[in-house]
């Protein structure tokens, strides 16, 4: 089945410490995002990719890193210079063959700092 | 810059009541309008959609209609579940920013038995 996988489910880390989130796609999609949700507000654009090797900075995106060298495959890197890390995190992506520009989620990675 | 409001929540129900969630939008131009759904503990799930005025989205039971005169996107179903207990996203996307969303707070909605 086509879709979207992130993985971790859940994952924590010691404060201080950079940290990689995966995000893989199999829906041969162009655009990529990564989004980062708190409790109670929406969801914040942090990177986003259109192409492969390619990327763009989203709302929210001092404290974060991405690569996009595979079309597959956006990690999202949380370093050290992100002040509040802890926060659910959720990939996305679309084809910019649909015309709706539909956007397809993954799970999501819960991480905790501590 | 484009915004989405959504009606503050929590919203509690009990089984077969009727739902209405409030969105309304600012944007210029003729967005595409969304709503999505979060279960607990997972990612978002495209519930419906709308490209222009007038429009109306449906899925599940669910309803909304683009009202461009209001700027609103509401959502509302006839007779809710309790598995239709989670958060609702609005969502809007202009027509030149590409495939960039730009999403509401979200409605947690509470369907009790």
């Not at chain 1, 597959?72 to 050290?80: C, G, I, K, M, Q």
């Not at chain 2, 509302?76 to 027509?95: H, I, M, N, P, T």
């Amino acid at each position: 089945d086509g879709g979207i996988t992130q993985s971790p489910k859940y994952l924590f880390r010691k404060e201080g410490q950079n940290v990689t989130l995966s995000c893989e796609q199999n829906l041969n999609h162009d655009a990529m995002y990564w989004y980062r949700q708190d409790p109670g507000q929406g969801l914040r654009l942090i990177y986003y990719s259109q192409i492969v090797n390619d990327f763009q900075k989203g709302d929210i995106a001092e404290g974060y890193s991405v690569s996009r060298e595979k079309k597959e495959s956006f990690p999202l890197t949380v370093t050290s210079a992100q002040k509040n890390p802890t926060a659910f995190y959720l990939c996305a992506s679309t084809s910019d063959r649909s015309s709706y520009n539909e956007q397809f989620f993954g799970p999501g990675t819960r991480l905790t700092v501590l | 810059g484009d915004s989405v409001t959504q009606m503050e929540g929590p919203v509690t129900l009990s089984e077969e009541a009727f739902l209405t969630i409030n969105c309304t939008y600012t944007a210029t131009g003729y967005p595409s309008l969304f709503w999505y759904v979060q279960y607990p503990g997972e990612g978002l799930q495209l519930l419906l959609k709308a490209t222009k005025a007038d429009d109306k989205g449906s899925n599940k039971g669910f309803e909304a209609t683009y009202r461009k005169e209001t700027t609103s996107f509401h959502l509302e179903k006839g007779s809710v579940q309790v598995s239709d207990s989670a958060v609702y996203f609005c969502a809007l996307r202009r027509e030149t920013s590409g495939s960039r969303l730009t999403f509401g707070e979200g409605t947690q909605l509470t369907v009790n038995p």
